[in-house]
C-alpha cells in the first residue's frame, strides 16, 4: 500500500504540464518513460541487489521502448531504454533534456575545505545525488498538498488552514495537540464523512489495520487488527 502511495506521489510530481496543446504528442511519448521510474522509486525501492536486477529485467522485458548504447557523450532520449549501467536504478529522466542520465555522470568532484569540521565535511556520491534529486522533485507542490472548496469552488492548500499554535499552561501534555498539515487534513476528512455519509469505514495505510466507524451521531469507535 505504501508503495502504491509513494508511486502516485512520483507520477503527481513528474509528469508535466503544458500549457500549448501541441506538446500532447511529446507528453504522450513520456508518460511511459515517466511511469517506469516512478515505478522503480516505489515498488522497487525496497529491493536488495540481486531482486533489482531480477525487476529491472522484468521490467525491461514488459516494457515497449528499444534497448540503445549509450554513454555520457551520447545519452539516451526517452524514446529509447539505456544499457550501459547495469540497471534502470542506475538512472534518472531529465524531463527538461528528455534523456536518461546516469547518476555517476552528476557526482561533483570533491573540493576539500581546510576550514570545515569533520562533520559538516560531504563527499559527494551517487546517494547524496540521488537524494538530493529526490528531495528537490518531491518538494515540489502537488494536488497531494491541495484539498477542494466545494463552497467557494477553490484549490485550498492544507498547509493555509493550520492556525497558529497557542500553548496552554493548564492542559496535561497527553491532552497538547500541535496543528499541523496532518491534523488539519485528518479532522477535514472525518468531517466530511460524518456529514456526507453518516457512517464511514477508515482504514489506515500501516502495517496493521486501523477501522474507524463514525456513527451518525458523531461519536466513534475503532477497531485495530493486526
Not at 129 to 154: A, C, G, H
Amino acid at each position: 500500500m505504501l508503495q502504491v502511495t509513494q508511486m502516485c506521489f512520483m507520477l503527481d510530481a513528474m509528469i508535466p504540464v503544458y500549457e500549448d496543446s501541441d506538446n500532447e504528442t511529446i507528453l504522450g511519448d513520456l508518460l511511459e518513460c515517466i511511469f517506469i521510474q516512478a515505478l522503480y522509486f516505489s515498488l522497487g525501492a525496497s529491493l536488495l541487489h540481486d531482486g533489482r536486477l531480477d525487476f529491472d529485467d522484468f521490467v525491461k522485458r514488459q516494457c515497449s521502448l528499444l534497448v540503445m548504447e549509450d554513454s555520457p557523450d551520447n545519452k539516451c532520449t526517452f524514446r529509447n531504454i539505456p544499457s550501459a549501467e547495469p540497471s534502470l536504478f542506475d538512472y534518472y529522466l531529465d524531463l527538461k533534456e528528455k534523456i536518461w542520465v546516469a547518476w555517476k555522470w552528476k557526482v561533483p568532484d570533491y573540493v576539500h575545505d581546510r576550514n570545515l569540521k569533520f562533520s559538516e565535511i560531504l563527499v559527494p556520491t551517487v546517494d547524496t545525488v540521488r537524494t538530493s534529486w529526490l528531495l528537490q522533485l518531491m518538494n515540489e507542490p502537488s494536488l497531494f498538498d491541495y484539498y477542494l472548496d466545494l463552497k467557494e469552488k477553490i484549490w485550498v492548500a492544507w498547509k493555509w488552514k493550520v492556525p497558529d499554535y497557542v500553548h496552554d499552561r493548564n492542559l496535561k501534555f497527553s491532552e497538547i495537540l500541535v496543528p499541523t498539515v496532518d491534523t488539519v487534513r485528518t479532522s477535514w476528512l472525518l468531517e466530511l464523512m460524518n456529514e456526507e455519509s453518516g457512517k464511514s469505514h477508515l482504514v489506515d495505510p500501516t502495517r496493521f489495520e486501523a477501522s474507524l466507524f463514525l456513527s451518525s451521531a458523531g461519536r466513534s469507535s475503532m477497531r485495530m487488527t493486526p
